[in-house]
Every structure is written in C-alpha cells, then in structure tokens.
C-alpha cells in the first residue's frame, strides 16, 4: 500500500490533484489506513498511472471518466475477449479516434496559422531588407 505523496510520486500526480480526482468521481475513494490516511494498491497505483497517460493526450475530465467508467485494464488481455470486453474496447476506440479528429484539426489550424505568422516574418524582414540596401 501507499500513501497519497508515494502515489502522486508514482503517478506523476500532485497529492492536489489526486484528491480532486477523488473527490470529482473520477477516481473510487482509496482505503484508510490508521488516521483517515489515504491507501492506494497497486491497482490504484496502475489506474492512476493510466489517468496520467490520458490526461497526456489532451482529454478532457469527463472523456477521462467515460473511458475509464468499466474500470477494466487491458494490459495483460485474456483471450478469447468476452462481450463484454469488446464493448469496452470498442468505446474506448471512439473516445480515442473522436479525441484524435480534435487534434488533427487543431493541428492543422495551428499550421495554418504558423504559415501566416512565417509570411508576415518574411514580409517585414524583406521591408527591413529593402531599406537596408537603400541606404
């Protein structure tokens, strides 16, 4: 088991966070240990672990808690996957494809706009150029 510091160590949380994450719903109530202090398992440790990487995508808190609404972990799949893994998963896959559209349109609108902020650059160094060799 471990504390709230250990686990934000672990999971690259701050212990701020991992209460507000507690207390939003978006992770269960950890057990407590001697004084109400917070324990986390492994498991904890290892859901925690995938929030992080989540939060890394951009997602948002609540496409965070659909995701992980079923709890299950697909690291170590047992196959021939039930019914209801496939469903999970297939949830999962469109939380993901729907998060990544985002970004490629915001990917190319920030493209976009590095490209106009480029012409501008070079419009005004080539003012800039231009006085230069008058001179």
Excluded: W
């Amino acid at each position: 088991m471990y504390s709230i510091g250990q686990a934000a160590e672990l999971t690259g949380f701050s212990i701020d966070t991992l209460r507000y994450y507690e207390k939003i719903g978006l992770t269960k109530q950890p057990d407590r240990g001697p004084g109400g202090l917070r324990l986390y398992s492994e498991e904890d440790v290892r859901l925690l672990t995938s929030l992080h990487c989540l939060k890394k995508t951009g997602l948002t808190l609540e496409e965070m808690k659909n995701f992980l609404q079923e709890g299950r972990c697909f690291a170590n799949p047992l196959f021939p996957l039930s019914a209801e893994d496939r469903e999970v998963i297939a949830s999962r896959t469109h939380i993901l494809s729907e998060h990544l559209a985002k970004m490629e349109d915001q990917y190319l609108a920030l493209a976009s706009v590095i490209r106009q902020t480029k012409e501008k650059l070079d419009f005004y160094n080539g003012i800039l150029e231009k006085e230069a060799s008058i001179k």
